[in-house]
């Protein structure tokens, strides 16, 4: 091992921050325009954009508002979106069948969005929750999320959003074998060339919950025999690293290209694993609740929005990751551009 010791007053560290230029000229992290994906919330409506009231400065956007959007992520060079939908409460049931629908809003957003902006990837949500009345990932049968029946429907989800321009489609429910199903239902399909980015290591957060505000997921059941009252029998529990490994593992082995940790800021340990285990893509998912804190402190004047911002992601890219998804990613592209 290399001796860093050095010794007071040879050895000066600070020589090495006295100004900005020597600052940047020994930066170890550098952070990107490059390596952020833009998480964007759709609706179906005719107002082009409905403020998200846990999310101060993010917004549900039209379709048409979405495509505008798709063109500013191309000026200001952000190279991905990653598209969330808040439908309509009344196409909602039980079985979450909207997420079928070829002409419902995600495939619109995606069509429109490409037609806009073709070299901007866009990155779909495959799970069944923001379609469900239940707001579960999956089917729920006799008060239980039940994993194989669930995973054909996820197929068939992703076969209709890749069908309508579709770049990547990022599984998110934490059902067990599900990325294998995909890749397997896309190749047979002639989309051998679709990116498939695994929510591999998904925790059960207490960070979600502007989230379920703003796709209109609302609350779980309060733990009632029909209606399980949170996710833990399929996201991930908060203390486990190891788990985290072989989940990723078997994702990789089934298929997928790109790895992505969620939440981001609590879980930068995992991030940093899962890369060292394997290099592959990784990326972080800085989410709603991470969010929503910030910009809390920030309107109270106890933190720098900027700045907290701005660290915040260079931690992520510290930690390993290659890029995040993030819900302050024009703010972050046009700082980068400053």
């Known amino acids: 091992m290399n001796d860093y010791s050095g010794r007071y007053p040879a050895a000066r560290p600070r020589r090495l921050r006295q100004s900005n230029w020597v600052r940047r000229l020994v930066r170890e992290t550098q952070l990107s325009r490059d390596d952020l994906i833009w998480a964007m919330v759709v609706h179906d409506g005719a107002e082009d954009e409905i403020p998200v009231a846990a999310m101060p400065g993010v917004a549900r956007l039209s379709v048409a508002a979405a495509a505008k959007a798709a063109k500013q992520a191309e000026k200001l060079g952000i ?102 199903a995909i890749r397997a239902g896309l190749d047979a399909a002639g989309f051998q060339d679709t990116l498939i980015m695994s929510y591999a290591a998904k925790y059960a957060s207490a960070f979600y919950g502007p989230y379920r505000e703003a796709i209109g997921s609302g609350k779980l059941g309060s733990g009632a025999t029909k209606n399980p009252g949170d996710k833990r029998t399929y996201q991930m529990d908060s203390g486990n690293t190891d788990e985290a490994l072989r989940e990723v593992a078997m994702d990789i082995a089934e298929g997928a290209d790109l790895l992505l940790v969620k939440p981001g800021l609590p879980y930068l340990d995992i991030v940093r694993r899962v890369k060292d285990a394997f290099a592959l893509p990784t990326y972080a998912f800085q989410v709603s609740g991470e969010y929503a804190m910030l910009m809390a402190a920030a309107k109270n004047g106890w933190i720098d929005e900027e700045r907290a911002i701005m660290e915040t992601l260079l931690s992520f890219k510290r930690a390993g990751a290659d890029g995040i998804v993030t819900y302050f990613a024009p703010r972050a592209a046009a700082l980068l551009g400053a």
């Open 79 to 180: 190279p991905a979106i990653a598209v969330f939908p808040h439908i309509d409460a009344r196409k909602k049931d039980t079985s979450g069948k909207e997420a079928l629908n070829p002409n419902g809003l995600v495939c619109t957003a995606v069509r429109a969005m490409k037609d806009a902006a073709p070299d901007v990837g866009i990155m779909v949500d495959v799970a069944l929750d923001p379609f469900t009345d239940h707001g579960h990932d999956g089917l729920l049968k006799d008060g239980r999320i039940v994993n194989d029946e669930t995973v054909a429907v996820l197929v068939e989800q992703a076969l209709v959003q890749v069908g309508a321009g579709a770049d990547i489609v990022a599984p998110s429910d934490m059902m067990d074998g599900r990325v294998g």
